[in-house]
């Protein structure tokens, strides 16, 4: 795009190309992540003396970054999201449906849970590894961010009596078949000890929205964002509602979700009436 222009010799429309060619096979959202690292590069020519005018390059009106529009979620409410457990009673991943809308856990996060991380009698699990693929192996890896790690606790008696049982079975198969697959002490896997793919969780996922009758334009990890919002919407405190979503900062869980929160502002707007009156 600009591999072949003198550093010296950028200009505005140089970055207005970038832009566009990323465009052409980026979203929005990732074509501005594109021109951050391509702007802070420039950053570090210019603290280097090898280029100046950063600062106008990239506030020129031509080589500003794409808008990006807020993307439509499609979450659960209460109500749906009693409608969706019901349907998923029928599925072999019912529980870690369960779990991820319980505690707000990303995919990663769920298949990487390990029984070691879940503590039955307190009620808590411990979210401390992501399982990927890395470099062709399955890996635990470190999660998303230093802020996803957290100990999270629930009070479902459901899903507590669902996990016991889930590790007694394991615990006989374990015992009783002769090929186990399983390294890492996973919470959720095959009947032989194996992983569960990410693909296969998709189209369960999907076919459980079918049943269910719920819009299918939901997607799996759209079970953690519900997570989130049922706390928001119930009045739950905006910092707890930044821990369970383990967020850096608490201006993204507030971001994210306060417009769910209507009750609040109103009670922030009669605040301030009182105070101006």
């Given at each position: 795009m600009v591999g072949d222009v003198q550093l010296a010799a950028l200009r505005p429309e140089h970055l207005a190309r970038v832009k566009s060619e990323c465009l052409k096979t980026l979203a929005p959202s990732t074509t501005v992540l594109v021109r951050q690292v391509f702007v802070a590069a420039l950053?570090?020519?210019?603290?280097?003396?090898?280029?100046?005018?950063?600062?106008?390059?990239?506030?020129?009106?031509?080589?500003?970054?794409?808008?990006?529009?807020r993307r439509t979620y499609v979450w659960l409410n209460r109500e749906t999201a009693g409608v969706f457990l019901a349907a998923a009673a029928d599925s072999p991943y019912g529980l870690m449906y369960r779990v991820m809308l319980t505690l707000g856990l990303r995919v990663g996060e769920l298949l990487g849970l390990r029984w070691?991380?879940?503590?039955?009698?307190?009620?808590?699990l411990t979210v401390s590894h992501s399982l990927?693929?890395?470099?062709?192996?399955?890996?635990?890896?470190?999660?998303?961010?230093?802020?996803?790690?957290?100990?999270?606790?629930?009070?479902d008696a459901t899903l507590t009596k669902a996990l016991i049982e889930l590790k007694a079975k394991q615990t006989f198969d374990r015992i009783n078949r002769p090929l186990w697959l399983d390294e890492f002490?996973?919470?959720f896997i095959d009947?032989?000890?194996?992983?569960?793919?990410?693909?296969?969780?998709?189209?369960?996922?999907?076919?459980?929205?079918?049943?269910?009758?719920?819009?299918?334009?939901?997607?799996?990890?759209?079970?953690?964002?519900?997570?989130?919002?049922?706390?928001?919407?119930g009045g739950t405190h905006a910092k707890v509602?930044?821990?369970?979503?383990?967020?850096?900062?608490?201006a993204t869980t507030m971001g994210?979700?306060?417009h769910l929160a209507p009750e609040e502002l109103q009670k922030a707007a009669a605040v301030l009436t009182l105070a101006l009156s």
């Open positions: 950053r570090w020519a210019e603290d280097a003396g090898l280029v100046t005018n950063v600062l106008a390059l990239t506030r020129n009106r031509i080589s500003r970054p794409p808008r990006v529009e070691v991380d879940i503590n039955l009698d307190r009620q808590e990927q693929f890395v470099n062709g192996k399955l890996t635990l890896c470190e999660p998303k961010t230093t802020g996803s790690r957290a100990t999270l606790p629930w009070t002490g996973l919470a009947e032989f000890g194996g992983y569960i793919p990410h693909t296969k969780l998709h189209i369960d996922f999907k076919q459980t929205l079918r049943r269910a009758g719920l819009n299918p334009a939901m997607r799996l990890h759209d079970l953690r964002h519900s997570c989130i919002s049922l706390l928001v919407a509602c930044q821990m369970y979503a383990r967020h850096a900062k608490i994210t979700y306060s």
